[in-house]
């Protein structure tokens, strides 16, 4: 792809440190835009022409590959919340020689809209006291936050631990050092009020590979690439001609925007 | 208060394969039928166009949302149970056609011998090969007793299997042929055959070819689309309510199906001993009613059954304490002890598995019931080892990677993208028993949203548990070492139950006997203290066989419809009780 290897150049840890400055407010609505995409800047035209090579379903707005993701936050309010959280998918799912990580498949927009809806607020589950959230490791989830919740509350210890550990802010340092404070809380060695570190590191892991591969309507998996990585076609009538092959067949992936087809 | 509402001949209580056969068979013999379901009117398109990994799979969208009931659960009878909060610990089949919606069409009948397991079990070990803490127990019927009843349930349902060489021979075949054979099948199945075992096709309910029940129902020939389990199926392929049973009895004139009506009691006298309806609330206006019926057939998950009657507060609680009382007793259930084996990661294969259907799949039932001497096991019973397809999505393919591999950042993104579709899992599904100390009661602490106390479950592993477990990861993993995998992972076993109830198999705690003391209903699931009163699913379990248990389900209910239709001309106990046997 054009303009990869410049793009590796300009590491994230660069731009992460760039959206720090932002979320400082100096710079507006432009620079905030490039964020996730991470391809702003000097990198700017090599970035045009990857998109023109990847192409995709564009015009059904699953986002270019290789372009600023032009989207916006409805739950995370703070932008340094947010770019923290970003930081920390990309180190669980990074960009690699096989394709994009977390931040280019717009995982992190997927999880804010998670968060914004039933399954953020905890609509289906048992929200009846008395709770009692450190009592048991085995009944499962029994935080009285609900999970939005949890997110902000579990980003920003994050963020201030790194700088009790580490003297610096979460998204300033390096790719090793954000490792070790995601496996501490991991590990549970994070004391959170209300709710254990490895509950927090769960349910971050579990949502951020669900943005990775989940269908491209719900803001990641941006242009399939998470599909394209994993060689998984998306939903289909079935397999009938199919299912009894010997060889692997190799499908380029179609989504539920495809397969729905519309039907308004 | 409550609108009492014209009485009917035939109340039935949630309208999964239980309900809907009784409401079926009922509804065809002309009696007047309301059935009652909590849940929202399901239709066939509401799963047209929604195939959705996340939805289903992760979110969990047909299962019945928690918000307003759940259960609690505890190890322990000293222990304070904390409720289940998320679906993600526990899927509950919701709306018409229950928990078989969502399903994934493996069937199997039970063995002989697990129908008359104490008394085999006895008979060809002696009384001392059972532990002490096991409530093992007959269930009051014997298999070529079932056997008509699975004909009927299979025919309805339009099975498509093949002989598993090693059960009883089949008076009748399968109605549909065995679906297609994939490769990852064929190597299970040449594996086990090079083993000296006798591998065979699953029976599935999902549809190999078009098919009309004998009610007339069409079925459509499987797409292989992959979206079976936890999702509903948009083509009419596969075996559930919504394809069957509930189109049939709502062809009936003398047939009713009211949605959102959350049924919170038993309606009953207790001078007659008589059900005499229920109560019921409609969740959309939040309107009560009371709904009389000559019969009152509880049909709704094991869970509901049993909470239902202790709220009516109708038959004898159990007490782990005397380990008196029926109601509640023998709780049991095949998860988290079962479906254990070998994960199995190859180097040079890579098969098409994100195509499949729910119950696509092969199976050696070897090590099933009774098909291997136990004189020199520490356990009872078996359970079948298989290998399925059910077709798998992105987000459930990335976890296919070695252990070694850490489960985020670089090595876990290379690994899961290598291995995501060149690693298999096969399981033994061990049968799972009744202890003493395992039932079901209401919670002191936590309420549903009307006030009602919850269900409390009290269940921790018996001593069957982990040596059936482990003598079946041993047998995968020789399994998958003959198959060719580079790296064989044997699956832990869990310690203790963790309070996930996951899979949907929670049965027993309403259970069919020959004996009153020991069981709550008899043979035809009527119950012994009530004579109008049919307690009808997985509730009626003793304890559970080595298999899925969903034929048997509906070959149960059959049984009890046929009961019901009997009982509404006699008017009297069906069954002669025994009370001289099983006391355990």
Redesign the interface.
């Known amino acids: 792809m054009a303009g990869e290897k410049d793009e590796k150049v300009f590491s994230r840890r660069d731009f992460l440190k760039t959206t720090g400055v932002a979320a400082g407010g100096i710079a507006g609505g432009a620079l905030l835009g490039g964020f996730t995409g991470f391809k702003f800047g000097e990198d700017q035209s090599e970035g045009d022409s990857a998109e023109t090579d990847t192409g995709g379903e564009t015009a059904g707005g699953e986002g270019e590959s290789g372009q600023a993701l032009a989207d916006a936050r409805t739950y995370i309010s703070r932008q340094e919340d947010f770019a923290a959280l970003a930081a920390a998918t990309e ?4 960009e ?1 020689d ?1 394709g994009p990580g977390a931040i280019e498949l717009g995982v992190p927009y997927f999880i804010d809209r998670q968060l914004y809806g039933t ?1 953020g607020t ?7 006291g ?1 709770y ?1 959230p450190m ?2 490791d ?5 935080e009285k936050m609900d999970r939005g919740e949890m997110f902000l509350m579990g980003i920003r210890r994050m963020m201030e631990y790194a700088v009790e550990e580490y003297d610096d802010e979460f998204v300033n340092l390096d790719g090793e050092q954000q ?1 070790e404070i ?1 496996q501490a809380f991991e590990a549970d060695e994070v004391e959170i009020d209300g709710m254990k570190s490895a509950a927090f590191f769960s349910l971050l ?1 579990s949502t ?3 943005g ?4 491209p309507t ?1 803001g990641g998996n941006r242009n399939m690439e ?2 394209k ?5 998306g ?6 001609d ?5 060889e ?2 190799e499908i380029e992936p179609e989504s ?1 925007r495809a ?2 087809g519309g ?1 308004m | 208060m409550a609108t009492e509402l014209d009485k009917v001949d035939v109340v039935v209580v949630g309208m999964g394969w239980s309900g809907g056969i009784v409401s079926a068979e009922l509804a065809k013999a002309g009696k007047s039928v309301v059935g009652l379901e909590k849940g929202h009117n399901a239709k066939r398109s509401d799963y047209i166009g929604v195939k959705d990994e996340l939805r289903f799979d992760n979110r969990f969208e047909i299962m019945q949302s928690l918000k307003g009931d759940t259960i609690t659960s505890r190890n322990e009878i000293d222990e304070t149970a904390l409720p289940i909060r998320t679906m993600k610990d526990m899927q509950l089949g919701a709306d018409v056609g229950g928990a078989s919606v969502h399903w994934a069409g493996a069937s199997y009948r039970y063995w002989p011998y697990e129908f008359e397991i104490r008394s085999q079990t006895i008979e060809r070990y002696g009384e001392d090969k059972i532990p002490d803490d096991m409530n093992l127990q007959d269930w009051g019927i014997t298999y070529e007793e079932m056997e008509p009843y699975y004909e009927k349930w299979e025919k309805t349902a339009g099975i498509s299997g093949e002989q598993d060489p090693l059960a009883p021979e089949r008076k009748m075949e399968w109605p549909n042929p065995p679906l297609n054979e994939t490769p990852s099948l064929k190597l299970f199945k040449d594996a086990t055959a090079e083993l000296g075992l006798h591998p065979f096709q699953i029976a599935a309910g999902n549809m190999s070819q078009n098919y009309e029940n004998p009610d007339g129902e069409k079925l459509n020939a499987c797409m292989y689309c992959s979206f079976c389990t936890r999702a509903g199926c948009d083509f009419d392929a596969k075996s559930d309510p919504l394809a069957t049973v509930v189109p049939t009895a709502l062809r009936h004139d003398n047939f009713e199906l009211r949605t959102r009506a959350n049924v919170r009691r038993v309606l009953y006298n207790e001078d007659d001993q008589r059900a005499t309806g229920v109560m019921y609330v409609d969740e959309q206006t939040g309107e009560e009613f009371e709904q009389p019926a000559d019969v009152v057939v509880l049909a709704a998950f094991a869970f509901t059954n049993n909470r239902l009657l202790m709220l009516s507060d109708i038959g004898e609680q159990y007490d782990p304490e005397t380990r008196e009382g029926v109601i509640g007793r023998n709780f049991n259930g095949q998860y988290n002890s079962a479906f254990h084996g070998a994960i199995g990661y190859f180097e040079n294969e890579k098969w098409n598995l994100y195509m499949g259907a729910g119950a696509l799949g092969a199976a050696v039932n070897d090590y099933a019931a009774d098909n291997f001497d136990h004189t020199d096991l520490d356990f009872i019973g078996g359970g079948a080892i298989e290998l399925r397809q059910y077709g798998f999505g992105a987000i459930s393919s990335s976890n296919n990677y070695p252990s070694d591999t850490p489960s985020w950042g670089a090595e876990y993104k290379k690994q899961s993208l290598k291995y995501a579709y060149s690693a298999l899992h096969i399981w033994y599904t061990s049968i799972a028993m009744s202890y003493w100390h395992n039932y079901l009661d209401l919670d002191p602490t936590y309420k549903d949203e009307y006030g009602d106390p919850l269900l409390r479950a009290t269940y921790k592993f018996g001593s069957n548990e982990r040596p059936i477990g482990e003598f079946g990861v041993d047998k995968c993993v020789e399994i998958m070492e003959a198959m060719g995998a580079d790296i064989v992972e044997a699956d832990p076993l869990p310690d203790e139950f963790d309070h996930v109830y996951a899979g949907g198999h929670y049965t027993g705690g309403v259970v069919m006997g020959a004996d009153p003391e020991t069981s709550a209903v008899n043979s035809y699931l009527q119950m012994w203290d009530v004579d109008n009163l049919f307690v009808v699913g997985g509730s009626a379990f003793p304890q559970f066989g080595g298999h899925h248990p969903t034929p048997t389900i509906g070959a149960l209910a059959y049984r009890a419809a046929e009961g019901v239709e009997r009982y509404l001309e006699e008017e009297e106990q069906l069954v002669e009780p025994q009370t001289e046997s099983s006391n355990a």
Request: proline letters at 7%.
């Open positions: 180190r669980i799912y990074p690699d096989n399954w905890n609509g289906t589950d048992y929200r009846m008395p009692r009592s048991s085995t009944h499962g989830r029994q490792d995601l892991r951020t590979i669900e990775v591969y989940a269908d719900y998470g599909w990585m994993i060689q998984y076609p939903p289909r009538m079935g397999w009938m199919q299912i009894t092959a010997e692997f067949q539920l397969y729905q039907g």
